[in-house]
């Protein structure tokens, strides 16, 4: 369908961009690569009456890498990730998870602000943001804050952010290099939205897995990690056997929901096989 | 809205709700149909077009967005002289039937070309995998692609 009709507004700094969306009391929306929300207004899902648009905001665009992470400015595109050589070492997993967003033409617009922003449940960038315990840094009018991942997905098309608020940076901690990790989705046609997919990693200590972190997407209302079967898997070395246990682990810890795509029990079995696969993955990988 | 932007080398001026779509723009402001519109919510592929070289869906861009842009459509891809060597490895290969959905290819294959000319096929098929054809099960148009890659090495 067409778009319904609303106003537009292209500001320069983020302070006016701020004021803008404070302005008109939850009725604006920003707009960074649009990939998710001009489809939501063309179903008319969403119905904003200004859209802010944030491609001339400065500082917005940078991958920094450094000694506590990496920090991708809220306007970084897919394409930007994939085409940064520097990740394939700072962040393995953000890499290989970006792969899987949506197909090449989206990729050259769509960002990891508006994804953040967007929240879709079967979205990777959420999905990473939890599994790794990202900060997503915002502006409102009140200021700037950082908030953690766990505290802003809240479920389904829902975050922390208030209306007035705009995503500037999301801070993914360090990667140590021997870190292990796996990431796993599956859909019916590639670049489709994922019916269920896992990214996890751990650190070894003693031989022993460490620190793990298992995130699910597409799975439930809201990307989550699943401490129980990180429970699983820490303290353990990995082999077959224990991949096989965690994933069992995480089916029963899933919280599937059922839509015309998939059943919940479906979901539940593809969140073990995922998990099982994702570790297998992970523990094959030759580590420097 | 006033916004000017190029097209296929020439600088246009258009005054245009914020709402229209670059596609529908395109169409309907300055005549240029060769970008198709299929699904309008970015799933199809059809209205893709160049935006400073770079592949995106037309539908997903307001017009306004493109201010300043370079905007290459099918249209631009073509000359009135002879084929290219994508239109031609396009005919030889069956790449299209009805014939809707090939701009969206041609320029979706020729972003690709361009940038990495010795692309294989499964990146070719994960290229394309963005682009809908109802008609020809995309075996012939992934053979185009793959036999135009001579063309774009350097």
Same mark, same amino acid.
């Given at each position: ?120 449940? %079967? ?40 209306? +007035? ?66 429970? !699983? ?8 056997? @224990?991949?096989?246990?965690? &994933?069992?682990? !995480?089916?029963?810890? %899933? ?18 096989t995922l998990t099982e696969r994702a570790l297998k993955a992970a523990a %094959?990988?030759?580590?420097? | ?64 967005? !493109?201010? &300043? ?7 631009? @891809?073509?000359?009135?002289? +002879? ?18 959905c090939t701009p969206g290819f041609i320029t979706t294959a020729h972003a @690709? ?6 692309? +294989? ?34």
């Open positions: 369908m067409k778009l319904p009709p609303f106003e537009y507004a292209c500001p320069t700094t983020i302070n006016e961009a701020v004021a803008l969306l404070a302005n008109h009391s939850g009725e604006a929306k920003p707009l960074a690569g649009g990939q998710s929300l001009m489809p939501m207004m063309a179903f008319r899902v969403a119905q904003p009456s200004l859209l802010v648009d944030l491609r001339k905001l400065p500082g917005l665009k940078e991958i920094k890498i450094g000694p506590d992470g990496v920090r991708l400015g809220a306007l970084v595109r897919w394409r930007d990730i994939l085409d940064d050589n520097r990740l394939a070492a700072a962040h393995p997993l953000l890499k290989e998870a970006v792969s899987h967003v949506a197909h090449y033409q989206i990729r050259n617009r769509g960002t990891v602000g508006g994804s953040c922003a967007h929240a879709d449940p %079967a979205s990777e960038m959420p999905g990473i943001a939890q599994t790794c315990d990202a900060g997503i840094t915002a502006m409102g009018k009140s200021g700037t804050r950082t908030i953690k991942a766990v505290d802003f997905f809240q479920g389904a098309l829902t975050t922390a952010l208030k209306p +007035d608020e705009i995503i500037t940076e999301v801070h993914l901690p360090a990667w140590p290099e021997a870190r292990r990790y796996g990431f796993q989705e599956f859909a019916r046609r590639r670049g489709d939205f994922a019916m269920a997919g896992v990214a996890l990693y751990y650190d070894v200590e003693g031989g022993k897995a460490a620190n793990a972190h298992i995130g699910v997407f597409g799975v439930g209302d809201c990307q989550r990690r699943l401490p129980k079967a990180e429970a !699983a898997l820490n303290g353990k070395a990995v082999d077959e056997a @224990l991949a096989v246990k965690v &994933g069992e682990a !995480a089916a029963a810890e %899933a919280e599937p929901q059922e839509d015309i795509h998939a059943s919940a029990a479906y979901r539940r079995a593809l969140t073990g %094959a990988r030759p580590v420097k | 809205m006033t916004t000017k932007f190029e097209v296929n080398g020439k600088q246009v001026s258009v005054d245009v709700e914020p709402r229209l779509t670059l596609a529908d723009c395109l169409r309907h402001e300055l005549r240029l149909t060769g970008t198709h519109i299929g699904c309008e919510h970015g799933v199809c592929g059809a209205c893709t077009v160049l935006v400073d070289g770079e592949a995106v869906r037309s539908c997903l861009i307001l017009a306004v967005q !493109a201010e &300043g842009a370079k905007i290459t459509t099918v249209e631009g @891809l073509s000359n009135d002289a +002879d084929l290219t060597p994508l239109q031609k490895s396009f005919r030889k290969h069956h790449a299209l039937q009805c014939g809707f @690709l070309l361009t940038e990495e000319p010795d692309c +294989d096929a499964d990146r070719v098929r994960e290229v394309l995998s963005g682009n809908i054809c109802r008609c020809t099960g995309y075996i012939g148009i992934v053979d185009a692609v793959l036999e135009a890659r001579a063309a774009y090495k350097k």
